[in-house]
Every structure is written in C-alpha cells, then in structure tokens.
C-alpha cells in the first residue's frame, strides 16, 4: 500500500466471487429467474469484468452506463434500460444496439421512444414502471415506490398506459417494472411489493392482457455494522420470498436489479492519517480522503465501519473527518479507534457501491483509483 496514492479504492476480489457464486447458486434453485447488476453501484471496468463472467446482465440508468457495460463485453440482450429522464440520444443508442428492455416512466416518454424506434424502423421492447405505492425501512433518500416520489407510473393509470403503448407500431409491451427503494433488510418489505404485484396481475388477468415479465428491481441492503462477520447478503431469503410469496403465470420470468448486495462488501476505501488534531471537546483524526471521494456519510448520513490498518496500540475516541472545505465532510464521530498517528492507513469498510462511483473533484481534488486485489 505504501507505493500506492491515497485515497484509493480496494476491491476484493475473492470475496466478489464468492458473493457471484452465492447468487448463482440461490438463482439456480428458482426458475425463470434473472439477475441484472445495477451498473450505478459501481462501474470500476474490472469489477464490471468479474460481474460479467459471472453471467449476470446489466441494468442501467444512462446512455453512459449503457456504453460503459457494452465495453465491458455484456450483450445487450441482457441490458435493461431504466431511468425517469431518458434523453434522445440515450434512447436511440439503446434502439441502435436492440437492448432487452427500456424500462418507461411516464406516457410522455412512451411516446418518445415510439418516435424515435419508427424513425429507425425498430420495434423498441418496453416494460412499464409502476410505482406500487409501497413504503420500505430505509434511508428518505433512498426510497422510490411511494406516491411522492419522482419515480414510475401511478398503478392507476396501469391500464391506460398498456392499452396506448398497444396502440402504437414501434413498441411492444414486454413487462412490468417495480422498484420501492435501496437497503432493505426487512423482507416484508418485499413480501408488500410481492402482495400489490398480485394484484395487479389479477387485474391484469381481467382484462386478458398477459405480460412476459415482471421486474422487481433490486433493494436488498448490507450489514454496514459487520462487514467480517457478515461479508454476503441473505441471498436465500431475498430470492426465497419471492419464489414463495409472488405469483408468477405460466412462462413470465422474474428479473431482479442487484446493485449494493453485489459489491457493496468487497470494497474498501483506503486512506492516510494526515494529522492528529487535539481539541478541547474532542480528538480529530483527519485522512487524506474526504466526501469527494466517498459521500455517502455527508448526503445519507450513512454509517460505514473504520478501521486503523497500521495499529494495535490501545483504543481512543476520535471524529474522522477529511480535508474539504465544508463542515459536512465527516465519516464518523465520536468512533473508537487503535491509537492513530501521522501516517497511519485507515480502512473505511463496506464502500464497494455508490463510493468510488460517485466520486467528484470538488476542490480541483484528482478522482479516487479503483484496484482489484489480483493486481496489488
């Protein structure tokens, strides 16, 4: 590490892998089940490789992610496309590689996608966005299936949008696509949006309409508290519920949207004590790495687990904070710690989805650098 820059991302491969295989053994148990990684998680390209070896097919929210996975080598036969603000270009660059689905939000860009596919002549496959109106335990900030949120279409609109899109020459209507928000670990969450997908299949039903798949989305969270002790996520349950409680006909397949539960664990974010500062109040340990490169504590208030990498020393309580201009850039107060010292490498635990990913240059800083554990 010491020939290395901080702050930088550390990504474990062994444990990736191991957490692939577990998916792959849990979705095997259940037919007619397809796991998409959520590319918004992170999109290091040597962690989309290992993804992409391991069979899974990719969801994505901009044109973007959707050129960084086809660089990855994922066909776009496994690329869905979701998203409330597709802009043209995203959308003809998914009509012009014949991805699987575009996931739609809204009437209006129902009809753009129609204008755009009779342009080229294409048939553009669709999946509609419901929002079920379903509340998860989860961070405000992260949750996406309530009526207030910006996300889906109103379920009592389900209809009316079906029968539209079916009216028109250059869509065809393959799914329908549920989404109620990020690190869920209640599974009633899911067994919720199982009961209202029910539902609506029954109304479905009413009116013969049949659709070829359902879409959940993603949600399962991590355990942020003990990344060691629990490195993967209860895939058995998460897949068990649905297989259980979710009403499948005859033929549709389940698709899921994994991003966090995937790569959440393997990452680690890897900086440097700059200095201890002694105040009267409070001891500060302050790292090289700040919120332009990991976040998530400053905009969700999220907790990770730190560690002191260079110490065995007694612990001592201190704020580590970082060195941006702004009170916000703090990753945790008041922690206990091995003893630290200038110089000493801190470990910010669980930051594989949403850190490296999300990182900016605020302040002129350089971008963090993302490394596999096969290459160090």
Known sequence: MKQL???FYYYDVELLRSTLHTIQQEVSKHEGFCVHYAVKANANPKVLKIIREAGLGVDCVSGGEIAASMKSGFPSSKIVYAGVGKSDWEINLGLDNDIFCFNVESIPELEVINELATAKDKVARVAFRLNPNVGAHTHANITTGLAENKFGIDMRDMLAVIN???QMSHV??????FHIGSQIL???DFEALCNRINELQDELERHRIHVEHINVGGGLGVDY?????VSIPDFKAYFDTYAKKLKLRNGQTLHFELGRAVVAQCGTLITRTLYIK??????????DAGFTDLIRPALYQAYHKIENLSSDEPLETYDVVGPICESTDVF??????NRVHRGDFIAIRSA?????????????RPLPVGYISEEL
């Open 5 to 7: 820059r901080t702050p």
């Open 164 to 166: 539209k899109a079916n």
């Open 172 to 177: 065809k209507v393959v799914g329908l696509h």
């Open 186 to 188: 209640d599974m009633g």
């Open 225 to 229: 508290q003990h990344p060691n002790r």
């Open 278 to 287: 002694e105040g009267y109040v409070k001891k500060f340990c302050i790292v």
């Open 332 to 337: 945790a107060k008041q922690i206990d710690l």
């Open 352 to 364: 594989g989805a949403y850190g490296e990913i999300m990182a900016s240059q605020y302040n002129c």
